[in-house]
């Protein structure tokens, strides 16, 4: 049940993140990605932090490095993402970015059926992409180096989340990364009434919502296969730029995002998320515990 509602919890993030995504591109002519990317951190920060209401004088230096880490790392991933979907659309955009997860499922990875499963998902992102001579390299750079940036946010999410209640973690590094971007804001002030609304809706679509679901998914579901699961990003980034900014899909796009759904629904439907690692770990628990009788005699009356 818990890995049913942390797959639920994955897909209304992912869903959630896309749409803010393709609605905050609508604000690039009037204030750039990097303006975009401000307004958003504000945003998140302004309406986390309340929620969250963290006891600063109380936390440790344990709990506050991966915090500040995760502010940097929100920061540049959100400012190399909206770059690059400004350069090469939000489709190829979010399927570079999302090379990052697969990684992390990679490197995580401790079955065959585990590294078999997230090959594939990654030989669909590059059907997707199919990159060529005529490629933005520049772009596609900052495609790749947001997919670090999410790798570690992925990493640093659950570190943070374990030492941290509720929504603490990604309240505070948004405001860290509200912070890094506060002189591009003041640069931009006054900001249009229209880009402000774009700005802040992809603040709260892409920022609060996906950091506050994350969070919660992370704590029901392993790290490996969260990484995974996000390769349907690239699909919902797709049909996103479609709808919403009438950015058109390719053929051999369409058949990659075919085959990233098909391997997403094949493990979720083997139960990839670990179903023989929680029984081998429930058996081995029952193998260590004493029995019955033995506790009985060993318990004073």
């Excluded at 053929?251 to 179903?275: D, F, K, Q």
Aim: hydrophobic share 55%.
């Amino acid at each position: 049940m818990k890995t049913a509602g942390g797959i639920a919890t994955m897909v209304t993030s992912a869903a959630s993140n896309q749409t803010g995504a393709a609605i905050g591109a609508h604000a690039f002519p009037m204030i750039g990605p990097a303006g975009v990317v401000a307004v958003r951190q504000v945003v998140a920060a302004v309406l986390l932090l309340p929620l969250a209401r963290p006891d600063l004088r109380r936390m440790r230096w344990s709990q506050w490095w991966p915090v500040l880490l995760l502010g940097v790392v929100f920061a540049t991933m959100n400012l190399s993402l909206y770059t690059a979907v400004d350069r090469i659309g939000l489709g190829l955009a979010v399927t570079l970015e999302v090379l990052g997860p697969l990684a992390v499922a990679l490197l995580g990875s401790r079955t065959r059926r585990d590294l078999i499963v997230a090959l594939l998902a990654g030989l669909g992102v590059w059907v997707l992409v199919l990159p060529g001579p005529a490629s933005d390299w520049i772009g596609i750079g900052l495609g790749l180096l947001a997919a670090g940036c999410w790798a570690s946010y992925i990493l640093l999410n659950r570190v943070a989340g374990q030492r941290l209640e509720g929504i603490t973690a990604p309240a505070l590094g948004s405001a860290v990364a509200a912070l890094l971007n506060l002189p591009m804001l003041i640069v931009l002030l006054p900001l249009e009434p229209a880009a402000l609304c774009y700005a802040g809706a992809a603040g709260i679509l892409s920022s609060v919502l996906p950091y506050t679901a994350d969070l919660i998914a992370l704590r029901h579901v392993p790290a490996r296969f969260f990484g995974l699961f996000m390769s349907v990003h690239p699909v919902l980034a797709g049909l996103a730029g479609l709808i919403l900014l009438g950015q058109p899909l390719a053929g051999h796009e369409w058949l990659g995002i075919a085959m990233v759904i098909a391997v997403n629904a094949g493990s979720v439907l083997t139960g990839l998320p670990g179903r023989a690692e929680t029984r081998s770990r429930a058996d081995a628990a029952r193998r260590s515990r004493p029995s019955r009788g033995l506790v009985n005699a060993s318990t004073p009356p």
